[in-house]
């Protein structure tokens, strides 16, 4: 009786701890349609189909180091199925709040069985290939936009080999600058990454040569 008590509270406290965070689901356009309001704020070009169909912008508060990452997400009202589904963050939502996250219509369709409407939603960071991030707990602790941006940095690093860039241009090699956000080189040539504004470049070689300086 004893043991089963404590798998019991065992389980809901896994559940707890994978919850992470909840708000508001919203959609904003359709699947394969990401630049709808504008070209997207993480500066990528064509994903692979999964992430053409199942994306979201992310709120405000939670954006920086978000570009790239994955959010398993699970609708919590009536009309959703309970089921979570894997949804990486191309955009920002700068009106949403923390907690919310704006999604495709098929990602929110998917998630609370409703297509454009405002449903309440729970979800956690993740792992693109499918596992639960183990950065959630932390992020639980200090759900601030620094600390979002600094525990970002092993699922990012990960994510960064498989974006995609409009122009042709490819993702920054660096896994530091990328979770600063400066998401897609401007050019090969000149080592350098830019963010998707295009208004902020930093040099590759630079970052080092200071980093050197700060060593010694």
């Known amino acids: 009786m004893v043991r089963a008590v404590q798998a019991a509270l065992a389980l ?11 708000g508001d ?12 309001t504008g070209f997207n704020a993480c500066g ?52 949403c709040k923390h907690g919310d996250i ?17 449903k309440d939603i729970e979800w956690s960071w993740a792992d693109c290939s499918g596992q639960d991030s183990s950065s959630s707990s932390s992020q639980d602790a200090s759900p601030s936009p620094s600390s979002d941006a600094s525990s970002s940095s092993d699922s990012s690093s990960s994510n960064n080999d ?11 090699p660096d896994s530091g600058l990328f979770d600063q956000g400066f998401v897609c080189m401007n050019h090969e040539e000149t080592k350098c990454c830019k963010k998707p504004n295009g208004k902020r470049c930093t040099s590759l070689n630079s970052r080092r040569r200071m980093q050197r300086r700060l060593l010694r």
């Open 25 to 36: 689901g919203t959609a904003y356009s359709a699947a394969g349609d990401k630049d709808a």
């Open 102 to 118: 704006d999604f495709s219509s098929a990602a929110l369709e998917a998630i609370t069985g409703y297509s454009w409407d405002r």
């Open 44 to 95: 990528f070009g064509k994903l692979d189909s999964q992430w053409e169909r199942m994306y979201g912008a992310m709120n405000r508060d939670q954006f920086p180091g978000s570009c790239g990452r994955c959010v398993r997400v699970r609708g919590t009202q009536s009309g959703a199925s309970g089921d979570s589904f894997l949804v990486m963050i191309v955009d920002e939502c700068p009106e």
């Open 12 to 22: 809901l406290l896994l559940a707890g701890a994978a919850a992470g965070y909840t």
């Open 162 to 172: 498989s974006v995609q860039c409009a122009d042709g241009r490819k993702a920054c």
